[in-house]
């Protein structure tokens, strides 16, 4: 088979469309081809280029994500969105997560245990589950790292307190601190529990 035509991804500069034979057979990284020395109007048995490419492919795609973790820490879905967006297929992706996962460059566990000890100084449980399974964390993951290490009810009237500096303790301030902790995330229970701890436990509110 020959190499009838190379050409640059409208999307991706630093990927291209590679045509044998007059037809399209894949696409792969400008990189891949420079290295290969692949050109238009060379010789190609199919299956030594599919094993080429995938080969390369598979190389550069766990370099890339090595270093996009090396950053911070990430969750598979967030290295699954930025292998996709460098252009590489599911095939090539599935390889290096599995990669990331058997050295440990990559546990979703893990990366939920040191988002919550990050959060909780800021946010309440709800939050932080939605905002772990927006970060592709599994929801049986998400709940049970929280019930480890999350500490709401001690961590919500330090907040409800700070909120309430020098404000009256009325009803209108109680309102309000209510609604500006269930925005942080925190759920009723413990919301509840902190405004009682200060403005006591009023039945006439």
Do not use: P, W
Request: aromatic share 10%.
């Amino acid at each position: 088979m020959k190499i009838t035509k190379i050409e640059i991804q409208k999307k991706n500069k630093n990927r291209v469309n590679l045509y044998l034979d007059e037809e399209f057979f894949c696409g792969l990284s400008l990189e891949t081809v420079l290295k290969n020395h692949l050109k238009e109007g060379i010789e190609v048995e199919e299956d030594k280029i599919k094993f080429l490419v995938f080969e390369t492919e598979k190389e550069m795609a766990l370099s890339k994500a090595v270093g996009y973790i090396s950053k911070c820490q990430k969750t598979k879905k967030e290295v699954y969105k930025y292998l996709i967006q460098k252009g590489y297929d599911e095939e090539i992706i599935n390889y290096v997560i599995s990669k990331l996962e058997e050295y440990n460059f990559v546990d979703d566990t893990l990366y939920a245990k040191n988002y919550i000890k990050f959060k909780n100084k800021n946010s309440g449980s709800r939050k932080i589950e939605m905002e772990l399974k927006q970060k592709g964390i599994n929801e049986e993951v998400a709940k049970e790292s929280l019930e480890k290490y999350s500490n709401d009810r001690e961590f919500v009237l330090m907040v409800a307190t700070k909120y309430m500096k020098n404000k009256e303790k009325d009803l209108k301030n109680k309102q309000k601190a209510y609604r500006h902790l269930a925005s942080r995330g925190f759920i009723s229970e413990d919301i509840i529990f902190a405004l009682n701890q200060i403005f006591g436990n009023n039945e006439e509110d």
